[in-house]
């Protein structure tokens, strides 16, 4: 009689733990900004775009900041925010022009200096109409992607496009204030990885060994930037193919970001998670929170010319308290007039609402003539997250 084999016995190995866990007392911040944020006004070139976004992810990160939601702003009509103005004289009226377009001004001018190529140019590989929201959100993801990744995370078609607007981010830091980067030095144990199908079997077929229509859609190895793929062992079930997961690099198997780093994001991942929405009601309704907000704040900024004037709708969103926030928090922080063009473009999907002020369950008030990426730190700050 053969003898029975012993059963294998998993032994666990230990790993570090994480120094530090999240400081905002189990609150989950998600953090709303217009794609305005890297439009003509605020960036004029590809440079000042990257680093516009790597603002915001710094301090996205420091906060533990959960989700980042990315709204597309519709453009206006051009014919709308060109201005013409009447000056008089003795000799007559004369009419000058404002808001020139860039090709305008170009054209004008008779000399051009090699910088001014070389800013036209960024100017153009930096973003178009179409997809303004969409460079916004890559870069977000961009910064806290491994290197090794981000070709794998961003060849889908609709990123794809994208891949060639990274130069100036490559050459940033990484941001010092991600788990892996320091954190009891818990990178040696855990890395980032992607989920990588592996070969699909041949099947014969009229005599023939030919590939397989069916691609596999389950895995075990994983891409975490190593010369060959990771294998995982110890895992109950394969990982569905392009899957962003935490390996345990001792125990060969998936962890969470929360056991790995102390901190995670939406739906179990790392970092802050990236939704781009383009419709104004997807903010609310499509939220990554499974039990969606308790509580929105709008903090205005991104206003630098209207002298303390302020909307009508607005003023009446109530003041609220620094501390009151708990739950799962939503801060949009942006220029009103960008949301209500966003609200307006999609009203007939929010029915029984008059404006986008009620949207809101207060306003946080900080200083007039605030760029969008230092409203979001003064927020986080005075919010004590």
């Known amino acids: 009689m053969a003898k029975r084999k012993a059963e294998d016995v998993v032994v666990v190995k230990d790993t570090k733990k994480p120094s530090k866990g999240p400081g905002n007392g189990g609150r989950k911040v998600s953090v709303c900004i217009p794609s ?3 439009g003509s006004k605020n960036a004029y070139n590809l440079e000042q775009i990257t ?15 959960v989700e980042i939601v990315v709204v597309d702003i519709p453009k206006v009509n051009e014919d709308e925010t060109s201005k013409v ?41 930096g973003k178009d109409d179409n997809e303004e929201g969409l460079l916004l959100a890559g870069l977000l993801q961009f910064f806290i992607t491994p290197p090794y990744l981000v070709k794998s995370l961003f060849s889908n078609q609709k990123t794809a496009s994208i891949l060639n607007k990274f130069k100036y981010a490559w050459k ?12 009891n030095n818990i ?13 699909t079997p041949k099947i014969t077929k009229k005599s ?10 389950v895995t075990k190895y994983v891409n975490i930037g190593e ?4 294998e995982l062992t110890n895992i109950k079930r394969e990982i569905p193919v392009n899957s962003r997961v935490t390996v345990d690099l001792k125990n060969k198997t998936i962890v969470s970001p929360l056991q790995a780093y102390g901190i995670q994001g939406n739906k179990s991942s790392f970092g802050y ?81 008059d404006n986008v002020g009620q949207m809101f369950d207060g306003r946080l008030q900080i200083p007039d003539g605030i760029k969008i990426e230092d409203g979001i730190l003064i927020a986080l700050t005075k919010l004590n997250l």
Do not use: W
């Open 273 to 353: 998670y990236v939704r781009y929405v383009k419709k104004f009601n997807h903010l609310f309704t499509e939220s990554s929170n499974a039990e969606g907000y308790s509580q929105s704040i709008f903090v205005h900024c991104d206003d630098y010319f209207s002298n303390g004037v302020k909307f009508e709708s607005l003023n009446k969103v109530p003041a609220l308290s620094e501390s009151d926030n708990e739950g799962n928090v939503l801060i949009v922080v942006g220029n009103y007039k960008d949301y209500e063009t966003s609200f307006l473009n999609d009203k007939e999907n929010l029915e029984g609402v």
């Open 36 to 38: 305005t944020v890297i």
């Open 85 to 125: 103005v009447q000056m008089s004289s003795n000799k007559g009226g004369k009419k000058l022009k404002f808001n020139f377009k860039d090709e305008e001004i170009v054209g004008s001018s008779k000399v051009e200096t090699q910088q001014d190529n070389e800013d036209s140019k960024d100017k153009d590989n």
């Open 227 to 230: 010369s060959k793929p990771f």
């Open 51 to 65: 680093h516009i976004t790597y603002q915001i992810a710094k301090a996205c990160t420091i906060y533990d900041v």
């Open 208 to 217: 023939k060994r030919v590939k397989n229509p069916h691609k596999l859609t």
């Open 172 to 183: 940033l830091p990484k941001i010092t204030t991600l788990p892996f980067m320091s954190n």
């Open 187 to 199: 990178y040696r144990d855990f890395k980032e990885g992607l989920t990588i199908a592996k070969e």
